[in-house]
Nanobody, 111 residues
């Protein structure tokens, strides 16, 4: 059973930055890794995905502000979030290969 543990969430002012981490209990090598988010009363949505080869894709709402990266040695995926907006407030989830989910980390953007 693969376990994913997200960290790095918190409260930040608009325009600020946060870096989320997702540590996997097993190897992420050969797997696509992604970040999703779910705001209150909204459906979970894809934020960013990084393929096993390093190709990245972003939701239009975060493109140019967020960066997904991976470290296959540390079995960790990151989401660097800059220029945060109140509408980025959500629980952020990590996903491995479209199958395994983490427990989520809360990101709140508010002044």
């Amino acid at each position: 059973q693969v376990q994913l543990v997200e960290s790095g969430g918190g409260l930040v002012q608009p325009g600020g930055s946060l870096r989320l981490s997702c540590a996997a209990s097993g190897s992420i090598f050969g797997n696509s890794m992604s970040w999703y988010r779910q705001a209150p009363e909204k459906e979970r949505e894809l934020v960013a995905i990084i393929s096993s080869g390093g190709t990245t894709t972003y939701a239009a709402s975060v493109k140019g502000r967020f960066t997904i990266s991976r470290d296959n040695v540390k079995n960790t995926v990151y989401l660097q979030m800059n220029s945060l907006k109140p509408e980025d407030t959500a629980v952020y989830y990590c996903n491995r290969g479209g199958r395994y989910w983490g427990q989520g980390t809360q990101v709140t953007v508010s002044s």
